[in-house]
């Protein structure tokens, strides 16, 4: 009986080690993920820098192209009413323009600002895929 105790020990024993080397190897795999993930981010991130930058020039432009257009606008007197409804629309579409490049540059600041943020949501939507995953192998798929 003693050594049928022991033996049943030592079992529990070795399967709780197989167990937890199984748990420290998919732990440390998910670490390394992880660092994947970041770093792989991280490089992205400083791709999108360059773009912030060169959106502020075209916004330049498109204020300086904006001004321009006015000032031709004022200025020639005697254009016809063709030419000022033309540059009349184009001023509009570059306000449009200059709209839509200042959203833009909002939201990509946002992105290098706070690239943890974004981080943090990729690996917390990773995880819940995971999960989702484990239960419908598992067979206990939650009711609609």
Do not use: Y
């Not at 070795?14 to 167990?19: D, E, G």
């Amino acid at each position: 009986m003693a050594k049928t105790l022991k033996d049943l020990l030592l079992a529990l024993l070795n399967a709780t080690l197989i167990l937890l080397a199984i748990c420290l190897f998919l732990g440390w795999k998910l670490a390394s993920t992880v660092d994947d993930i970041t770093t792989g981010f991280s490089e992205k991130v400083q791709i999108v820098g360059p773009l912030k930058d060169e959106i502020r020039g075209v916004r330049g432009e498109l204020t300086a192209l904006r001004s321009d257009l006015a000032s031709i606008q004022t200025n020639d007197g005697e254009a016809d009413s063709a030419i000022a409804q033309r540059i009349s629309a184009a001023l509009t579409t570059l306000d449009q323009l200059e709209q839509k490049m200042q959203a833009s540059q909002a939201r990509i600041a946002e992105i290098t600002d706070s690239p943890d943020e974004m981080i943090n949501s990729a690996i917390e939507k990773t995880a819940d895929e995971v999960a989702d995953r484990i239960i419908a192998i598992r067979g206990c798929e939650p009711a609609s």
